[in-house]
């Protein structure tokens, strides 16, 4: 095992005394809740109590404070196991505590006047963004009925006939210059759709046809080719007068339009003023608003009079102005009490961030400030928004634009997909709005330090930790309360209520689950999940309450319908493809125990290991390892172990040993600590040569002072070698050595617990392997003396061993025969390729 040097005083300081084992007594195997202690008959009695936070006081406090403060970069984030409560509890004081802030304001797109691809965003208190929305509907059907009569009024239609008789004179004076013109150069001049058309005559006042114009003189048609021209000109001149006329004439008459419309606007518009009499941030954005929708349709008066001509482009038109005057509210507040909650599991861009709509029209999308929608952020402004890390850490578009977000306070409302569609599209930039929420993120455990270290810009944004507890310390208060969880959870479901012996069962579960006779597991899911189990149970016996015997009817269903990989491993057990025995004695031969976690069910499984040992330097070879089929922990537990065996012999130093361990039969790998004492106590058997109990399994693992510790899925791994001994038949001298500190976490099954009871089955524990090894061997362990160990001790049986082991070694050394040395003491050997 390596060339150490024995220190002289050596076996002063190691000496190993040897202790009595402990059998556990039936009652020390599970924990009893006394139903009379509940202090009720059946949970109907607690439904009007108030469900508390069961065993979650720090994470409870956390929430409350992240959920009170005001400032920014508070937000939550709360790890936890999926069942702990951490989503329902933290959404119940989500709503607790929206319930006292205020509501907040309603947002709002408008139309932008001046650029119509930039909606304006604007914040109304809760309802009057509604209130506007209706408001300036109303206006819009108002301003269809009311202008056109107001155009339409006597006085109006008197001064618009005046303008109109104005100019039409002012034209028919122009136009009878320029027919007087025409006339002295021998043209006829008249007016036909809106055109001027001229033509020559002759000395006789007719038209001049060709005919008769090729048989003038030249000169003739020279003079006639001249006036032609000076007529052109002076149409010209009338033309371009003409056009400042009708300008004047439109304009006189649009002032006049504005001039008896203004006042019915103004009075309208300052109608919606008043109606929104509450002071708001927006005030002035929406007063500028409102002054551009009174310019806006002063400048489209003519819109409302029909046109016989073109009446088709006109309502085309008029419905495109009065469109303008729409209010999307995207956020309603109205009628609600406090701020929001939003729980938001499917965080899709669109639903988190807010979307805009678009629609075909010959082949482009189009769209407008009417199609802009609220996501969940702008829904819960003021308020709280839950989300799940594991929905944000799919989505890389999602996870970027929330951390901009999150960096800024501020929203814009985007569709991300639109810079790679298909057809043309118009685009729109809708105005950026502040978001006050508060995020309560979820995540696991693991998570939640992936982000801390891989993301700590985005780690920083989340300065409130809610950590929920797996499970909780076991007090009168805590039965009370899952008590009461009980009681809810029937009245929520529509239940039949449990009886106290049926709740002390299923709290005695929860002490199962959390492994721990003085803890209680916080995975309320599990409790929740069984008590609608065993409500079925005590419903198909027709029962109105349930019963003690209805849980555990629903326990062993639980287990009936998950068990079946473990009753096929005990199947081969009893048809001999697993080589296990379970009576007699046999030397470098163990039983260990081992757990099987499978997801949805975990179980434990017995499992042969046996150790070999001869002449030799390699030291100990671990096979698991060497075949990497181990995992870490497992092979730090291989070398605690070398390390007690090197100190426990550490006066033979070097030894001279080889020696090999395996777990038989084992082809998926192995993982754990666990193992490590039946390992040794294989080894030490494989040593001393003396034949250990094969009736007694062992778990445990070991520090480099021999001493027992504690190791997880304790019952599992009882049971499981229960069941093997049961289906192998059970001699009453089988049983199981486990480390004295798991005594607590015993929560066996009744018929386990029978079986103790009735002398057919034992549990021992021990807090130093040398305890366990005398029980395994029935052979003192042995303590060091200046002579080394007793002859007759397990340690001195080995001794004995080590030592011809080196004088076989140092024989071969006198013949000449050496293996190549490894640095540390073994051999050379090739690598295993991986």
Not at 163 to 170: D, G, P, Q, R
Not at 557 to 576: C, K, N, T
Not at 769 to 779: F, K, W, Y
């Given at each position: 095992m390596g060339d150490i040097e024995a220190p002289h005083n050596r076996h002063q300081n190691l000496k190993i005394a040897s202790m009595p084992i402990a059998k556990v007594s039936p009652a020390e195997l599970c924990l009893r809740v006394d139903p009379s202690a509940l202090g009720f008959a059946d949970t109907s009695e607690l439904v009007q109590q108030p469900l508390p936070w069961i065993g979650q006081e720090r994470a409870e406090q956390a929430g409350r404070f992240g959920l009170q403060m005001a400032q920014r970069d508070y937000n939550l984030f709360v790890l936890g196991e999926v069942g702990s409560g951490r989503t329902s509890l933290m959404t119940q004081m989500m709503f607790q505590e929206a319930a006292q802030r205020p509501v907040p304001p309603d947002l709002c797109y408008l139309h932008n006047f001046e650029v119509p691809e930039r909606p304006l965003a604007l914040r109304l208190?809760?309802?009057?963004?509604?209130?506007?929305?209706?408001?300036?509907?109303?206006?819009?059907?108002?301003?269809?009925v009311e202008i056109p009569k107001r155009l339409l009024a006597p006085d109006?239609?008197?001064?618009?006939?005046?303008?109109?008789?104005?100019?039409?004179?002012?034209?028919?004076?122009?136009?009878?210059?320029?027919?007087?013109?025409?006339?002295?150069?021998?043209?006829?001049?008249?007016?036909?759709?809106?055109?001027?058309?001229?033509?020559?005559?002759?000395?006789?006042?007719?038209?001049?046809?060709?005919?008769?114009?090729?048989?003038?003189?030249?000169?003739?048609?020279?003079?006639?080719?001249?006036?032609?021209?000076?007529?052109?000109?002076?149409?010209?001149?009338?033309?371009?007068?003409?056009?400042?006329?009708?300008?004047?004439?439109?304009?006189?008459?649009?002032?006049?339009?504005?001039?008896?419309?203004?006042?019915?606007?103004?009075?309208?518009?300052?109608?919606i003023r008043?109606?929104?009499?509450?002071?708001?941030?927006?005030?002035?954005?929406?007063?500028?608003?409102?002054?551009?929708?009174?310019?806006?349709?002063?400048?489209?008066?003519?819109?409302?009079?029909?046109?016989?001509?073109?009446?088709?482009?006109?309502?085309a038109a008029l419905l495109a102005v009065v469109s303008r005057l729409r209010v999307n509210v995207v956020v309603d507040n109205h009628g609600r009490e406090g701020a929001p909650v939003i729980v938001d599991d499917n965080p899709l861009f669109r639903s988190l961030f807010g979307s805009i709509e678009y629609e075909s029209e010959d082949g482009v999308l189009v769209t407008d400030f009417s199609r802009i929608r609220a996501g969940s952020l702008l829904k819960a402004h003021g308020g709280f928004l839950m989300l799940h890390l594991r929905d944000l850490v799919v989505d890389e578009l999602v996870r970027e634009k929330l951390r901009r977000f999150l960096r800024s306070g501020r929203?814009?409302?985007?569709?991300?997909?639109?810079?790679?569609?298909?057809?043309?599209?118009?685009?729109?930039?809708?105005?950026?709005?502040?978001?006050?929420?508060?995020?309560?993120?979820?995540?696991?455990?693991?998570?939640?330090?992936?982000v801390q270290e891989g993301d700590p810009e985005f780690a920083r944004r989340f300065r409130c930790k809610v950590d929920f507890a797996e499970s909780f310390k076991a007090t009168a208060d805590t039965r009370r309360a899952t008590s009461i969880f009980v009681a809810h959870t029937?009245?929520?479901?529509?239940?039949?209520?449990?009886?106290?012996?049926?709740?002390?069962?299923?709290?005695?579960?929860?002490?199962?689950?959390?492994?721990?006779?003085?803890?209680?597991?916080?995975?309320?899911?599990?409790?929740?999940?069984?008590?609608?189990?065993?409500?079925?149970?005590?419903?198909?016996?027709?029962?109105?309450?349930?019963?003690?015997?209805?849980?555990?009817?629903?326990?062993?269903?639980?287990?009936?319908?998950?068990?079946?990989?473990?009753?096929?491993?005990?199947?081969?057990?009893?048809?001999?493809?697993?080589?296990?025995?379970?009576?007699?004695?046999?030397?470098?031969?163990?039983?260990?125990?081992?757990?099987?976690?499978?997801?949805?069910?975990?179980?434990g499984f017995p499992v042969r290991v046996t150790a070999s040992t001869h002449?030799?330097?390699?030291?100990?070879?671990?096979?698991?390892?060497?075949?990497?089929?181990?995992?870490?922990?497992?092979?730090?537990?291989?070398?605690?172990?070398?390390?007690?065996?090197?100190?426990?012999?550490?006066?033979?130093?070097?030894?001279?040993?080889?020696?090999?361990v395996v777990f038989e039969q084992e082809y998926s790998g192995v993982e754990g600590d666990s193992a490590s004492c039946a390992e040794f106590y294989a080894l030490l058997s494989a040593l001393s040569g003396l034949p250990l109990r094969q009736g007694i399994a062992v778990t445990g693992a070991l520090n480099q002072?021999?001493?027992?510790?504690?190791?997880?899925?304790?019952?599992?791994?009882?049971?499981?070698?229960?069941?093997?001994?049961?289906?192998?038949?059970?001699?009453?001298?089988?049983?199981?050595?486990?480390?004295?500190?798991?005594?607590?976490?015993?929560?066996?099954?009744?018929?386990?617990?029978?079986?103790?009871?009735?002398?057919?089955?034992?549990?021992?524990?021990?807090?130093?392997?040398?305890?366990?090894?005398?029980?395994?061997?029935?052979?003192?362990?042995?303590?060091?003396?200046?002579?080394?160990?007793?002859?007759?001790?397990?340690?001195?049986?080995?001794?004995?061993?080590?030592k011809a082991y080196r004088r076989a070694c140092e024989d071969l050394d006198t013949r000449g025969v050496a293996s190549p040395r490894h640095p540390l003491g073994r051999p050379r050997r090739e690598s295993p390729r991986r």
């Open positions: 208190p809760a309802g009057e963004g509604r209130l506007l929305r209706q408001l300036m509907a109303d206006l819009a059907k108002w301003l269809q109006v239609a008197a001064e618009c006939e005046r303008i109109t008789s104005a100019h039409k004179s002012e034209e028919d004076s122009a136009f009878a210059s320029l027919s007087a013109f025409a006339q002295a150069r021998n043209f006829g001049l008249m007016r036909e759709q809106g055109r001027l058309v001229f033509t020559q005559r002759d000395d006789q006042g007719e038209p001049l046809t060709a005919g008769k114009a090729m048989t003038l003189a030249p000169e003739q048609r020279a003079a006639i080719d001249a006036a032609e021209g000076e007529l052109r000109a002076e149409i010209s001149r009338f033309l371009e007068k003409a056009r400042p006329r009708e300008l004047a004439m439109n304009e006189a008459l649009m002032a006049l339009r504005r001039q008896r419309i203004k006042p019915m606007l103004d009075h309208q518009l300052q109608e008043n109606q929104l009499r509450k002071q708001i941030k927006d005030s002035v954005k929406l007063g500028q608003y409102l002054e551009q929708v009174q310019h806006d349709l002063l400048e489209n008066l003519e819109l409302f009079q029909p046109d016989e001509d073109e009446e088709d482009e006109r309502i929203l814009q409302i985007e569709e991300p997909g639109m810079v790679n569609a298909p057809v043309s599209a118009v685009s729109l930039q809708p105005e950026s709005v502040d978001v006050d929420v508060k995020i309560v993120l979820i995540a696991s455990v693991e998570d939640y330090y992936l029937c009245r929520k479901l529509g239940l039949p209520h449990f009886s106290a012996p049926a709740v002390a069962t299923l709290i005695e579960q929860t002490h199962r689950e959390a492994e721990d006779q003085t803890r209680q597991s916080a995975l309320f899911a599990h409790t929740e999940a069984l008590v609608m189990e065993s409500a079925g149970a005590a419903r198909l016996r027709g029962a109105a309450r349930v019963e003690t015997a209805d849980v555990r009817a629903a326990i062993d269903a639980r287990r009936h319908r998950h068990d079946y990989p473990e009753q096929r491993l005990q199947e081969s057990i009893v048809d001999g493809e697993r080589l296990l025995t379970v009576s007699g004695e046999r030397a470098g031969q163990v039983n260990g125990l081992t757990v099987l976690d499978l997801g949805d069910c975990q179980f002449a030799g330097e390699e030291g100990l070879l671990d096979i698991e390892r060497e075949v990497e089929m181990a995992g870490p922990i497992h092979n730090k537990g291989v070398l605690i172990l070398q390390s007690y065996l090197s100190a426990l012999f550490a006066h033979l130093a070097p030894l001279a040993l080889n020696a090999a002072h021999g001493e027992m510790l504690p190791v997880g899925a304790i019952n599992e791994k009882i049971e499981g070698f229960f069941r093997s001994c049961e289906l192998l038949g059970l001699d009453g001298q089988q049983g199981v050595l486990i480390p004295r500190r798991n005594r607590q976490h015993l929560m066996l099954a009744p018929q386990l617990v029978e079986a103790v009871a009735t002398g057919r089955f034992h549990i021992y524990t021990a807090d130093h392997a040398s305890e366990g090894m005398e029980l395994l061997a029935q052979t003192p362990f042995g303590t060091l003396g200046p002579q080394g160990y007793p002859m007759q001790s397990v340690l001195g049986r080995a001794q004995m061993t080590l």
